[in-house]
């Protein structure tokens, strides 16, 4: 309040005017602020890498950051949110063994959650490149449209009554299957499955067939976890 003087003002009276952020809204700014004081929008850096997951072996998150790299000025737009989390799960422990399978739900997420996966192992060679599973979403709790946060939207689109085709590929993909995908031979029991990032978005659904790769539109594609 205290950068003050008196000229023209925006609203096209002649008296104090004010040089502060706050000008812009109250329209008392002097007339020449925006080419005196021009604003400057934050600046952000990067997205950084995904972290590893929180837990292994189980349902978890993972976490990526980046940070404000020039602070808004002069009413320049605000700094967007600087931590993004999505849900993960490993398959190995801390000690690199393999986590071991059980017959609970398939644990599902966004394909583009999965796009990270490596595609060779550790000596170059090529990883098996899994197939598709695709299913008809039979029910859903209302969880999965109650959140809004960026890594559950994808949720959103699990809709019941709908084909949706999930990929089956390393790290989940053991033993020629992944948990929950239920047996190639019996295909009218009803599977459970739980989003990742939500635990309280599941439900069920009927296997349709397996395919090499997965055909439904973009928004119902997801990934075993």
Known sequence: MGCSTTDWRMDRAYGTCYCDEDCVNTKDCCFDYFTECPAQDCVVSAWSFWSGCAKPCQPSVRVRVRHVEQQPVNSGDPCPLLEERAGC??????RGSHCGLNSGPAFITSMEFGKGRPKHDNFGNPLDPGFCVEFELESRTPHCTVQNQPHTRWMRYITEGFKVCVACEPPALRNSSCQGDGPESDKEASLHWQAV?????RGTWRKVRKTPQCTCPTQHNFVFT
């Open 89 to 94: 799960r490993e398959h190995r422990d801390h």
């Open 197 to 201: 990032g939500n635990p309280h978005c």
